[in-house]
């Protein structure tokens, strides 16, 4: 159980950089279609059932996600509540410039910690910098970022201050034609290359395969997507696979303007 509640959280905070850290670095619904104005996603543990079918093994939610946006597109507030009330849950607020870029995201957790995040960007509207601070001040992490002539992210640097004051990891990036990101390579601070994961899509830009590989190449795990999508095109419920055992389903409201 302590597993699958750190993969969520990792899944979390993947959902929230992307937020943050999309190609135009602005909180623009760039995977939704229509004017959305709410979405909730809920997860839970999944399994097959005497028919063969894949459903809850439980109706106790392992995490539940809520985006509020503004009729212009933007992220106005999120919230996660872990299912076991741990500080893991915690809301985030955001503040834009006139471009409509994020330049910063206030986090708040449960067990009252608080981590303010300032962006900085580049005359294209590229996030070029993101920087964490402590609610006293002193700097958690900091990001760094490169981009190509089509605005794809090819490059991140990430160093962590609460360890070691200096670089700690780099990854670069490969997108295909259409923008989406395919593969992501990184590298340790000593220049060592670490783990690699590729990923596949389909036709709406929804991701259908990731594959996990460690620094000699060797597949650790395979994760796979299937959607149902609503009549305006939207996904509103995935199933999420690893080595094709069917591992949690996540279900999706959205609510329109």
């Given at each position: 159980m302590k597993e699958k509640i750190k993969l969520f959280g990792i899944i979390i905070l993947c959902l929230l950089a992307f937020s943050c850290n999309n190609k135009k670095a602005k909180v623009q619904k760039s995977d939704l279609k229509g004017k959305v104005k709410l979405i909730e996603e809920v997860s839970y543990s999944a399994k097959y059932n005497i028919n063969g079918e894949i459903v809850r093994s439980?109706?106790?939610?392992?995490?539940?996600?809520?985006?509020?946006?503004?009729?212009?597109?933007?992220?106005?507030?999120?919230?996660?509540?872990?299912?076991d009330g741990l500080m893991r849950s915690y809301?985030?607020?955001y503040n834009f410039d006139y471009d409509g870029n994020i330049i910063k995201v206030k986090s708040q957790f449960k067990d009252k910690t608080v981590l303010s995040c300032y962006m900085i960007y580049d005359c294209a509207g590229n996030q070029i910098e993101r920087i964490t601070y402590m609610a006293d001040g002193t700097i958690q992490r900091k990001e760094s970022y490169v981009y190509d002539n089509w605005g794809n992210q090819i490059e991140e640097y990430k160093y962590n201050y609460s360890t070691f004051r200096y670089f700690t990891l780099k990854l670069i990036n490969k997108y295909d034609v259409k923008g989406n990101k395919v593969e992501t390579t990184t590298f340790k601070y000593d220049g060592e290359r670490g783990s690699r994961n590729t990923s596949k899509y389909d036709n709406n830009g929804n991701q259908t395969e990731i594959c996990y590989f460690n620094s000699k190449d060797s597949l650790l795990y395979k994760n796979k997507f299937k959607y149902e999508v609503d009549k305006i095109g939207n996904w509103i419920k995935k199933i999420h696979f690893i080595n094709e055992k069917p591992d949690f389903i996540v279900e999706r409201n959205i609510l329109y303007y």
């Open positions: 439980s109706d106790r939610f392992l995490q539940k996600l809520i985006l509020d946006y503004d009729e212009k597109g933007n992220l106005k507030e999120s919230k996660n509540i872990e299912s809301k985030q607020y």
